[in-house]
C-alpha cells in the first residue's frame, strides 16, 4: 500500500517507480513504474499494489518505493522490508476405502 499526499492546488497523475532487493544483495530483484489514480487537490489517498506476478524466491526482501507528482517539487518515498515465505508442503489425505461387498 503506498500513501501520496498531493499538496497542491491541481489535479495530479503521479508516476510510481519501485524495486525490490533481496536481503543483503546489492542487485535490484525487480523494478518498474506504473501511473497511479488521479489524484485531487490537497487530497491523500492511500493504493494498493500486487506484486504476485513476481516469482520471488524465499527470503527477506526490502520494496522501495518513489512517487513522483511531476510538478517540480520533491519525491515521496518509502521502504518497507517483507518476507516470501517457502511454500507449505501439500497435504495428503489418505485413501477411502470402500466397504467390502460380496
Known sequence: ICEMKNTGNRHARPLVFWSIRRDGVAETESRGKVEATVLLPDAT????????????????????????????????SMSRDFEVLAPAPPVLKPPVEEPFHP
Open 45 to 76: 489517498m492511500r493504493e494498493a499494489y500486487s506484486l504476485q506476478q513476481l516469482s520471488l524466491a524465499p527470503g527477506r526482501y526490502q520494496a522501495s518505493v518513489f512517487v513522483d507528482f511531476q510538478d517540480g517539487k520533491p519525491q515521496q
